[in-house]
């Protein structure tokens, strides 16, 4: 194609100029490193490019001088060109189905050998081997968008995010290409177990060109401030996408604090996926090690093994999907490759994580298999409660296994994917705000993210089901007296629950006990002491956003922090109003701001409140199992609502016309025989 390239080498360079340069070097490469000379060179390139609805398309190649040849003579291009052409303008998506299968498999050998020997002589000898097998796959088919790949010219190097200002007035456009390079890593330490895979080489998220003989670098980590950072007190208050994902990036020399990585992390997923994100900072990371000197590498990779050590342990779940996982595995061969000492910490690293992923499997399976086996018990007899002699504290400890049991395995990306699923589009005014080349991003991110709650539901469900548990093994009994004995006994042990501190529990008892089948048992509860339930009734009341509750909470809280023993360590918090306190906490102020910045003031707040029930959920339960016990929890059948409010009906007759006719449809569905 006809163009030409004008070059302007050795311009003068301003003192503001070399000092960007001087402190971008330091930032990236260390306070140690010295800068022999700074140049300034201006390429300008001019170029043929056809307008696509508002979108510059270079033509190059075969294709663009067809195209162009066409256009000259006044004729239309085939179809074949027409399609290469809007794909090229982003207006032509061609959907691809994308099937990614992902197995693991490790096994462990343990062989016990026995001998038995006199004066040296071997009598008899015994060999006891055991092999343990931990396999972990997944499938996953989706159908994906191409994004819209814009030809760009070199991978960013250190030109090109010095500040500076041109002082001979020469405009030039310089377009950057992501590095096609990928970035290892390894973990110090994992509280829980976890597992990692893979880097592919893909094009970089961040495909875009820049005005001006070069960008911004500095940050606060060096001492100066970007641009396209807002900061007060030290703390970024917000900044572009971009900048913030070079905040995370750690340096040979300095590291980004904890509480911004938590933060980042948390929000990073409704801009762009996980897989993308670990992808960018690949890349990052990959520039940073070529550019420095070998004497910076293990400062270097300690730094960014720190960091991914608290992403996995934070976020394990980004790493169930394969373009995630091949993302790791590339990012640790890089610190392999610039440090070898790290290589016993990923092996570590690589099998915590795979026993990690292997228990989500199988509590995933545990799960469906635990529904399964309720759905077909439902509207059978529950367990008769008034023949067991069961101690309300022991109920309540193994309430408490249950709920840990459940919010074990409750991620706090979880929370953030809710609220991604409850806006799956952005609406008008966010999408002003996005770039074009942003937005498809953006949205496939929510899009994604939305479908990642199944532990939360879980844990929801596992709500749902003690309320109705409570209320049937109520109805169930034909004998007021009865029906008496088993409403005093929940409501010991909903006080119990309080004292252990499972106020999830106690709400999860006393809204089975506020159901209208069972609260309109009037004649039974004339027999119940008032005085015990209004008690744990007032914890219910939402006046003042649940004071009554908050006090209560906040006093358990305090004895957590303080205590020694593990017993009164527990905090398990009435689940629907935290999730309710984050909603607010989410929809009380934009992700991103009019500038286009994303807020990390609201990303902050919602991480610490998120941080506090992490804190929380990962307590271990002090208590001894009692199998017999959980067993009725998880598999005791229930009544359905409906059949709920039939049996009340047959307990006690209906008392107004409304009632009545309820009671007349119910009676069709459910005849007695």
């Avoid at 750690?250 to 992808?279: E, I, K, N, V």
């Amino acid at each position: 194609m006809a163009g030409s390239v004008v070059k302007y080498v050795g311009l003068p360079v301003t003192e503001q100029e070399e000092a960007a340069a001087i402190a971008a070097v330091h930032d990236m490469l260390g306070p140690g490193q010295e800068v022999v000379s700074v140049e300034k060179n201006v390429c300008i390139r001019e170029e043929e490019v056809l307008l696509v609805n508002g979108t510059p398309i270079t033509l190059e190649g075969e294709e663009g001088q067809a195209i162009k040849d066409c256009l000259l003579k006044g004729s239309i291009p085939n179809q074949d060109l027409i399609n290469h052409l809007l794909m090229k303008a982003g207006l032509l998506l061609r959907p691809v189905k994308v099937s990614t299968e992902l197995n693991v498999k490790s096994s462990t050998t343990h062989s016990e050998n026995v001998y038995l020997h006199k004066n040296g002589e071997i009598l008899d000898e015994n060999c006891k081997e055991k092999k343990e097998v931990n396999e972990y796959s997944s499938k996953v088919e989706e159908e994906w968008l191409p994004v819209n790949e814009k030809l760009t010219e070199a991978g960013k190097s250190l030109r090109d995010r010095l500040k500076s200002t041109d002082s001979v007035n020469v405009s030039d456009k310089l377009d950057t290409l992501c590095l096609h390079r990928g970035v290892a890593s390894s973990q110090d330490s994992l509280d829980i177990d976890r597992s990692f895979e893979s880097y592919d080489g893909k094009e970089s998220v961040f495909n875009k060109s820049y005005d001006g003989s070069s960008a911004s670098i500095n940050s606060e980590r060096s001492g100066g401030k970007s641009p396209h950072l807002v900061y007060k007190d030290g703390v970024i208050l917000s900044g572009t996408l971009e900048e913030l994902i070079h905040e995370l990036v750690p340096r040979a020399h300095s590291s980004p604090p904890d509480s911004y990585m938590f933060s980042f992390l948390l929000s990073s997923r409704l801009y762009l996926t996980p897989s993308q994100l670990l992808g960018e900072v690949c890349r990052r990371a990959d520039q940073l090690a070529h550019m420095m000197s070998p004497s910076s590498h293990p400062p270097f990779v300690s730094n960014l093994v720190r960091m991914l050590s608290h992403w996995m342990t934070w976020f394990p779940y980004d790493f169930q999907e394969e373009a995630t996982m091949a993302k790791m595995r590339k990012l640790s061969q890089l610190c392999v490759a610039r440090d070898s000492s790290v290589q016993t910490r990923v092996t570590q690293l690589l099998q915590s994580l795979l026993k990690h992923l292997t228990a989500v499997e199988k509590h995933k399976q545990y799960v469906a298999k635990i529904r399964k086996t309720q759905r077909e018990s439902e509207d059978s007899s529950p367990v008769d409660l008034s023949s067991i002699t069961w101690q309300p504290s022991m109920v309540a400890q193994q309430l408490t296994h249950v709920e840990l049991q459940y919010l074990s395995f409750i991620g706090p990306d979880e929370f953030v994917n809710a609220f991604a699923r409850d806006f799956d589009t952005i609406d008008k005014e966010e999408k002003s705000i996005f770039s074009s080349n942003l937005y498809s991003e953006a949205v496939e991110a929510r899009l994604r993210a939305g479908k990642k709650t199944s532990n939360l539901e879980s844990y929801i469900s596992w709500f749902n089901r003690l309320s109705f548990l409570i209320a049937s093994s109520v109805c169930c009994h034909k004998k007021k007296k009865h029906r008496v004995r088993t409403i005093e006994f929940w409501i010991e042990v909903a006080r119990e629950c309080v004292n252990i501190g499972n106020f999830n529990s106690m709400m999860g008892i006393i809204s089975g006990l506020n159901m209208n089948p069972i609260s309109r048992l009037k004649r039974t509860w004339t027999k119940i002491h008032s005085g015990k339930f209004d008690v744990l009734g007032h914890q219910m009341d939402p006046s003042s956003n649940f004071v009554s509750y908050r006090t209560t909470l906040q006093a358990a809280v305090s004895r957590s922090e303080n205590a020694t023993d593990k017993k009164q360590r527990v905090v398990i918090p009435f689940f629907s109003l935290l999730i309710k306190d984050l909603y607010f906490v989410n929809e009380g102020c934009a992700s991103k701001l009019s500038n286009g910045h994303i807020n990390m003031e609201k990303a902050r707040t919602l991480a610490e409140h998120i941080s506090q029930f992490m804190k929380w959920k990962d307590m271990e339960c002090p208590y001894e199992k009692i199998s017999r016990v959980l067993d009725y929890f998880e598999r005791s059948p229930t009544y359905s609502s409906d059949y709920l409010e039939f049996e009340s009906y047959e307990l006690e007759p209906p008392e107004n016309p409304q009632e009545k006719d309820q009671y007349k449809e119910l009676k069709v569905n459910f005849k007695k025989s």
